[in-house]
């Protein structure tokens, strides 16, 4: 027995040193040699991404304090107390205006976007969520509600134009070779903001009584950051030279980004672009829809996009505070507990970033549902079992933070590097304001109809988003391809096979013929 136990230990050892290893160091190694593009991401990072999530997670945790202002307001103002359905309605409006505003943002990202360039659009939504949290901060000491939904409604359009501009932004600043790596620190930023709502929305942080208007304009301070250090950066190179026509300062900013180097290859890829798309400009949404070399990649992006939605992520939140008291796990505990989740889900995006040039987008995104469907069919199983035996609702607990884990180590994190690696230069912007629009409509259609489908359905809501992720896995098996170190001409390729197959089949059958 000790024997087969030394065998064991030195198969692990010599997987670690023939495996992990040279993994790290290849990816270590690649990141020393563009170490000039780092602080930009960082940057964009703090100023863009943390945002973003922080406010998706704060809102619950701001939920009684901001009640109970609106009841003191009331009172002061017209000597009465308020009526509960009024409560409730100005809440829930403070609630959905964010995802107005996050409409608003989106669908108006692509028209600025083309029309003043991304860098002086990052730079004005900095002063955007700098006004947001300057309301919000204000509100209690101004004995005005109203500024608290005017905050959520700029909030709300800050996140939806800068999260755009974020990941166009990182699409086009990272050589090829990077573009996965640079793609997934948006959801690894974002992650981490949903992770720091979490922990100042805490009672032993800011979730106080006094302290409350500071939790929720906590997040326009990062815009500090981005707004001071923006200006010293230059446009992404693909814009100085298919918008400006300026080829010089294209090869500077790569130089600027990059490190010293030829660049020459990389120059051509973005021409070759150009020739594919026939134009330089940014083109509208109504162009992308109508442009036939599109239409399937249309097709695939608004399905990843759609299931992103419906994995069920939510649902798995929702009803993760009530698998733990099941548990066992005191009331005041689930706040941490939440945290757990929360951490769970960083620290798998994190090893995505390591992962998702070994073993390709495709790869993650399959695997990754698969695996997450699995945990949502068990989940439903112990659900529905709990009361059996004692152990069972800790095997649902244990199955909240693996659904969490899979999900941050595949959609979560390669979703927005594959929609911005399947889109050229010009329709980029119209594309994922379609993309953008679509996760703030599903976001408020989840939030208005999910009360109702878990009433209905209880555990079983798990069985619908299984049946979404199912079917979604069978279209992107056929349809997706793998995007890993492919030039657009490549990519585009392979999707002409679909986009104009009745012309393919018909040149045929004239040969034929």
Known sequence: MFHTSTEGDMSFYKFILIRILPMCHSFISTQVQHWRVIPLIVVLGIGSGIPFGFQV???SSSSPFVTEFINQTWIRRYGTTVPYSTVTLLWSTAVSIYSIGGLLGSLLSGFLTGRFGKKRCLIFNSLVGL????????SKMAGSYEMILFGRFLYGFNSGLSI?????????????????????????????????????????????????????SL????KVLQLL??????ETPPHYLLVKNDKERCLKAMKRYWGSGNYHTEIEDILTEQEICKTSKAISILE????????????VIVCISLTLQMSGISAVYYYAGSVFLTAGIPEEKIPYMSLGIGSCELLSTMLCTILIERCGRKVLMLGSYGLMAVMLALLTVTLSIQSWYYWIPYCSAVLIFLYTFFFGIGPGAVTI???SEMCSHSSRPAVFAIVSSLHWIGLYIIGMTFPYIVAGLHQFCFLLFLACILASMIFMYFFLPETKGKTLQQISKEFNRFNFREISTKELAETSD
Request: proline residues 6%; without cysteine.
């Open 131 to 138: 006004t947001a949290a300057a309301n919000l901060g204000f």
């Open 417 to 419: 590097s594959v929609v």
């Open 57 to 59: 997670s704060v809102a």
């Open 288 to 299: 992308v829809v109508r442009d036939r070399s599109m239409r399937w990649q249309l097709y």
């Open 219 to 222: 997040s326009g301070f990062t």
């Open 164 to 216: 755009n501009l974020y990941v166009q932004y990182l699409g086009e600043i990272g050589p090829r070779n990077l573009r996965g790596f640079i793609n997934t620190t948006a959801p690894l930023f974002v992650t981490s903001g949903k992770l720091w709502g979490q922990i100042v929305g805490l009672r032993e942080t800011l979730g106080t009584v006094i302290l409350w208007p500071l939790m929720m």
């Open 229 to 234: 250090i923006m200006p010293f950066y230059p």
